[in-house]
């Protein structure tokens, strides 16, 4: 794999490092995976700017390591295919390129300042055509916003093989991209809440451990996941069917997963707490995929140690919490916040009563504040649903506030106003809770967030004046905030999109939420035709012969060899070796050093103009009018009456005619008439005489 990746000053300028960072990282991690042969993965990262520089050489430990990246500069599309180029010829196969770029491009290598973007990207062509002929595929990520010139320019760049992306949806992009390339079993899982402190709240304590389990492999049978639980957690608990356990060793039966499909599964734990301080005991739980009958690429079964792990492949991960007993830093009285995960939003028009309701029902979930002491100030309130760490949030309206005893004085609302309009954050002063009063509220957002299939959290704040102001926007701005783990003012829940559903789902295993006379609830899914029940109870599948694709059930592309599956779903490509010429997949040309493929890649010829001759490319011969090359193409031929002369075609010369010569052809002549066949001329018996000729000589 070979990341050649965009670090030029816009992306800078657009506040978006983190997010090609994190989206980089996060793609190294899903391609990190030995293959069936026991050969290791390896990788590759080009950045570019004004130039072109290999960051990372092809290696196994390039998708291990994190590199920071330093953006500034222009854009030079030809010097990135270049350099791509240059570490394709010597890669491992197969490999495939990710170019990610957000701009058109303005630099060459041959130009000293900027250009413009057809100049550009014309230079850079000529290179791609190249990679192509290695047999090399390449993935065209653009992140160009509004800008419509930018995919018009990487659409002639990679002769079609790009897609739409951007900043905040790179991530998501890479990771979908990654699952479709390598189709495996991937499984997460998440603990909520991650984070206990004990001081002042001795539990007992329980935490929510929800695994995920996506197949973006064929249909498969079977299937079993199994969650060893460390000393730190034990009776585990759970309302799903397929749930069971034997001591804290907590079974997962799913049995038939249907292809491009993921499902989840959550249980409680109760905490086992060690001695406790203020230093943090982080406690690590992991999970694997224990049986398939079938094969995939990922090894069931494959923890060194079920306990201990480590992850090493796809069907394996780890979540972790930390316990700690210690007063908050910020000092006593303060405000504690708890919040519950979201409870269900419906996959827009699916599993829903016909005909659905408009709008859909909404997501919702509580957030509750208690006063630990009796506490005075102001309040900062936030609350934002976000779609990658430090993207912008998704605002959640509040539906409802209940205040229990009813606050002092009794005219505070404690933002209640400004939730149900669109803020997703408000500041209320002189809030006075005594210890162990509540602020209990209730979110509904507007709407199911368009989210692409992943895991999410959603986080809310209650930060008091005394707390620094950096320390207050890192909860409400960034769903993985490290401060929220340590500060209790600050609390996150997670939730899950599933594949191929607009939406949020967290009922149990079999079920789904829906809207019975008025009212919400889990129940089994009435499938909404052309949808058909699946071979797991409560479960709605597409009929035989189609797969989901945007909330429809659709026939999947049939590719007609040698053409391929692509990157996108629904998309045909050229497969390896073959190249898209006008709308037919030709075997890419490949010739044998040193011929190289002409511009339309259709025959071998030398480079510059040089000719091939015994195998090699040399000069051309040039011929001085009227030579005119011979037919071997090695050297200049005179036309007929001329002789060469040097380089030049001269007339031939006429013989000079002696009188003696004239003489001996008329003796010739006369043997021819009178003499016999069989001997040598003779004249007459004698010498020949008469007529006062000159004698012949004998």
């Not at 400004?418 to 602020?439: D, E, K, P, R």
């Amino acid at each position: 794999m070979i990341f050649v990746v965009d670090v030029s000053g816009s992306i800078a300028q657009a506040g978006a490092t983190n997010q090609v960072l994190g989206a980089l990282n996060g793609a190294k991690q899903m391609f990190n995976n030995v293959n069936s042969g026991g050969v290791h993965a390896q990788g590759a990262v080009i950045t570019f700017s004004d130039t072109a520089t290999v960051v990372q050489p092809m290696s196994a430990s390039t998708l291990t390591t994190w590199t920071p990246l330093t953006f500034g500069g222009e854009t030079n599309w030809e010097a990135a295919m270049q350099a791509a180029y240059t570490v394709a010829q010597s890669s491992p196969t197969p490999v495939i390129i990710i170019f990610i770029t957000d701009g058109i491009p303005n630099r060459t290598n041959s130009s000293s300042g900027t250009v413009d973007s057809v100049t550009a990207t014309n230079a850079a062509i000529p290179i791609v055509n190249q990679i192509y002929g290695l047999g090399v595929p390449i993935l065209g990520l653009g992140m160009f916003g509004s800008d419509p010139q930018g995919p018009i320019h990487l659409h002639a760049l990679l002769g079609g093989h790009d897609q739409a992306s951007s900043y905040n949806g790179l991530y998501g992009d890479l990771q979908t991209f990654a699952k479709n390339q390598c189709p495996d079993l991937y499984l997460s899982k998440y603990i909520n809440p991650n984070h206990l402190n004990y001081y002042n709240n001795p539990g007992p304590h329980t935490v929510d451990v929800t695994l995920s389990l996506q197949n973006t492999a064929g249909a498969l049978t079977g299937v079993q996941v199994q969650d060893a639980l460390p000393p730190q957690l034990t009776n585990p608990t759970s309302t799903d069917p397929h749930f069971s356990h034997v001591g804290d060793v907590v079974t997962w039966n799913i049995g038939n997963l249907a292809a491009t499909t993921t499902v989840a599964m959550t249980f409680t734990a109760t905490v086992v707490p060690p001695a406790l301080s203020c230093n943090a005991v982080v406690a690590n739980n992991f999970a694997q995929v224990t049986h398939v009958d079938q094969t995939v690429h990922s090894v069931p079964n494959n923890f060194a140690n079920p306990v201990t792990g480590p992850v090493h492949e796809h069907d394996e991960a780890m979540a972790a919490f930390s316990m700690r007993d210690c007063a908050p830093t910020q000092g006593t009285p303060y405000l504690q916040v708890k919040k519950t995960s979201l409870e269900s939003c419906l996959p827009v028009g699916q599993q829903l009563p016909v005909p659905p309701p408009t709008p859909p029902p909404a997501c919702s979930f509580t957030v509750t504040i208690q006063a630990v002491g009796n506490f005075v100030g102001n309040v900062l309130f936030g609350d934002g649903i976000f779609t990658s760490p430090g993207g912008t949030p998704v605002p959640s309206l509040l539906s409802s506030v209940t205040l229990t005893p009813p606050p002092v004085p009794s005219t505070q609302t404690y933002c209640a106003s400004a939730f149900t309009t669109t803020a997703a954050s408000c500041t209320q002063n002189n809030v006075n809770l005594n210890n162990g009063h509540m602020i209990t509220y209730t979110f509904t957002l507007a709407a199911p967030p368009n989210l692409a299939p992943g895991n999410y959290k959603n986080c809310f704040m209650a930060a008091q004046d005394n707390i620094s102001a950096a320390q207050k926007t890192l909860p409400y701005y960034d769903a993985n905030a490290p401060v929220s783990q340590w500060f209790p003012w600050g609390d996150c829940g997670v939730f899950t999109v599933p594949s191929g559903a607009q939406g949020i789902m967290a009922c149990p295993q079999g079920t789904t939420r829906q809207v019975k006379n008025g009212a919400s609830a889990c129940l089994p899914p009435t499938c909404v035709p052309p949808m058909v029940a699946g071979p797991v109870a409560g479960q709605c599948i597409c009929p035989t012969g189609t797969v989901p694709q945007g909330g429809e059930c659709v026939k999947p592309p049939t590719c007609q060899p040698p053409m391929v599956p692509g990157p996108v779903r629904g998309q045909c490509i050229c497969g390896p070796g073959y190249t898209l010429r006008g709308k037919e997949c030709v075997k890419t040309l490949v010739c044998r050093p040193p011929l190289v493929p002409n511009a339309a890649g259709t025959n071998c010829v030398c480079r510059g103009g040089l000719v091939l001759r015994r195998g090699k490319c040399v000069e051309p011969v040039v011929c001085r009018s009227p030579a005119k090359l011979n037919s071997a193409g090695t050297g200049c031929d005179c036309p007929e009456g001329m002789t060469k002369k040097g380089n030049t075609c001269v007339e031939k010369q006429k013989p000079r005619i002696r009188t003696e010569d004239v003489i001996r052809g008329i003796g010739v002549i006369r043997g021819i008439g009178g003499g016999d066949s069989g001997g040598p001329v003779r004249g007459g018996g004698g010498p020949v005489r008469g007529g006062g000729a000159s004698p012949g000589k004998p």
